[in-house]
């Protein structure tokens, strides 16, 4: 999600509306959230958060529910101008990720 924040004059301005709305989504939401972009720019902030729900229609209203909280933590603050959404669903027998070992017992010795 990109946040425009046209009353921020530095980035500790930035950091203020920024800091707002990831702590009400955390607080609010069982999802991790986090800056991910344009951390340098004064006016434009680009949040990222992620879910994880066996069930498609949860995980969606979960972040569209998210985003109305974004809004509202920020309004007069801040304008979304950009949000994308992405669903991926695993099936139980299908590798995750790429480095995926075979094998793998859960125990990380070293």
Known sequence: MRLHIPAAHSL??????????LDRVRARFPVSAAEVGDTERWQIATLAAVTVSSDRALAREVLDKLTSCVASAVAGQAVILRREVRIDSYNDDEPVGDDVEEGFDGDDEA
């Open 12 to 21: 500790k301005d930035r950091r203020m509306v920024v800091r707002k709305a």
